[in-house]
């Protein structure tokens, strides 16, 4: 279960506080796909954020009895200065994972990004920073992953890999996804969580919470 408890998130502006989320208490369930919808602005990747522990809020608090996979999209948290080797390894430290060659090897082949694996990241194309991320996320397995849009990166073959590599951990385990297809999200969610007016309107059925959005946006 995650939790949220009171969380408000704001940021200061020059006309003060501006709210993404304003007191909000909701519970999300880990036996579920959950969808994250709201128009441009809402705060979807800022929550997305949040319950990766990346962000904190400004104010409650997230609770989770779950894994949590850092939030994936075409950008990732990565140290730039560091090689792709070293970030791994850094990742691994985080996730309890003392030094492993496997994983290491596992993650560089699976990228593909051959030699560059051990140069600074500073250094690779985006497209060579999101197959190292993706990588990444697929060398551990938790419960929730979260998806900040799901989009394959990578030529046909990267794609191909992935969408296979993906399918198998969703599997077994649930997303969170933030998307602006609501194609993507009706095939992939079971749930939604829709952000209106600083609030978070909590539906069983995903085409229920898409049609709210869509009558509202």
């Known amino acids: 279960m995650i939790t949220l408890t009171n969380v408000s998130k704001y940021y200061p502006s020059k006309l003060g506080r501006r709210y993404v989320l304003d007191d909000v208490s909701l519970e999300i369930s880990t036996d579920k796909n959950e969808a994250i919808l709201g128009p441009n602005g809402a705060g979807k990747s800022t929550l997305l954020r949040m319950i990766a522990g990346v962000e904190e809020p400004s ?3 997230i609770t989770s009895t779950a894994a ?6 075409l950008s990732g948290g990565l140290q730039g200065s560091m090689s ?3 970030n791994t390894r850094f990742v691994a430290r985080i996730q309890g994972i ?12 699976f990228s ?16 060579m920073r999101s197959r190292l991320m993706f990588a990444l996320s697929m060398a551990f397995e938790f419960d929730f992953y979260l998806f900040d849009e799901l989009g394959a990166v990578g030529d046909k073959n990267f794609k191909e890999k992935s969408a296979k590599a993906l399918k198998a951990r969703i599997a077994t385990s649930k997303i969170i996804l933030v998307s602006h297809s609501m194609a993507s999200l009706k ?8 952000i209106h ?4 309107i909590k539906f069983d059925d995903v085409n229920d919470a898409i049609k709210e959005y869509e009558r509202l946006y």
């Not at 949590?68 to 999209?73: N, T, V």
């Not at 593909?112 to 985006?126: H, Q, R, T, V």
């Not at 007016?197 to 978070?200: A, C, G, H, T, V």
């Open 197 to 200: 007016n600083k609030k978070i």
């Open 112 to 127: 593909g990004i051959n030699d560059a694996f051990e140069l600074p990241i500073k250094s690779y194309s985006s497209g």
């Open 187 to 194: 095939k992939q969610c079971d749930v939604g969580l829709l």
């Open 98 to 109: 003392k030094k492993n060659i496997a994983l290491e090897e596992f993650v560089k082949d």
């Open 59 to 61: 104010k409650g608090s």
């Open 68 to 73: 949590l996979s850092w939030s994936l999209g």
């Open 84 to 86: 792709g080797r070293q």
